[in-house]
């Protein structure tokens, strides 16, 4: 009964370095999503894809990019980490029915030093 | 802009009294609100309203939606320790071409003491 799973758990990197989050689903979901969670503060949405092949910019997308090649998979990548990246992130899938919520992983706590 | 206010920030109780956790919004063409738990990990699901006046129970705790006011409450009657938790407030604003984007507010850190 895996749900979301996202791996690492947590990573340090150093500025400048390029690291990619990884997110996979096993409830064949359609949407999958990527917030960030800063202390103190609720989830902002950073990238989501509606389907195999779509993806789509949320709120904060800037020094992120994202595919989808398989449905299961969603994989977030940064390219050139910078301390304000440092956060926590997690993934997020449901089906895109109106009456279904979203189901999260357990978060990617990521510090850039 | 869609924009979602929790309140209060921070909340200590203690075992068995009763509390009442608030959401106000503002959101373009409204779809739902959920609220979610979160201890230490992830958000874990707890109700979707998308009705005015419709109360959502589980247990101990309950919510209820009024769309005219724009605002949600969450009820956690007898806490318990393992009610200590932020609780989320999440906005789904309809979007044509479907997707769920939420819109979270800051969340409630709820802490319940022996």
């Known amino acids: 009964n895996a749900g979301v799973t996202q791996t690492p758990k947590f990573r340090i990197l150093k500025i400048g370095q390029s690291m990619t989050l990884q997110c996979t689903q096993d409830?064949?979901?359609?949407?999958m999503y990527w917030y960030r969670q800063d202390p103190g503060m609720g989830l902002k949405l950073i990238y989501y894809s509606v389907g195999a092949g779509i993806t789509d910019k949320g709120e904060v997308p800037n020094g992120y990019n994202v595919s989808r090649s398989t449905t299961e998979d969603f994989p977030l990548r940064l390219e050139l980490a910078a301390p304000s990246q440092t956060s926590v992130y997690f993934c997020?899938?449901?089906?895109?029915?109106?009456?279904?919520?979203?189901?999260f992983g357990d978060g990617t706590r990521l510090s850039i030093l | 802009e869609d924009k979602v206010v929790q309140s209060p920030l921070s909340l200590v109780v203690h075992e068995g009294d009763t509390v009442t956790l608030n959401c106000s919004y503002e959101?373009?063409?409204?779809?739902?609100l959920l609220w979610y738990k979160q201890e230490k990990k992830a958000p874990t699901f707890l109700f979707m309203l998308?009705?005015?006046?419709i109360e959502k129970k589980s247990g101990r705790l309950s919510s209820i939606l009024d769309k005219k006011e724009l605002f949600s409450i969450l009820n956690i009657t007898a806490t318990q320790t393992g009610d200590s938790a932020v609780y989320l407030c999440a906005v789904v604003p309809y979007l044509q071409g479907g997707s769920e984007k939420l819109v979270f507010g800051k969340g409630t850190k709820l802490t319940v003491n022996p």
């Open positions: 997020a899938s449901s089906t895109g029915t109106s009456n279904q919520p979203q189901h």
């Open positions: 998308t009705s005015s006046g």
């Open positions: 959101v373009t063409n409204f779809r739902s």
């Open positions: 409830m064949n979901h359609n949407y």
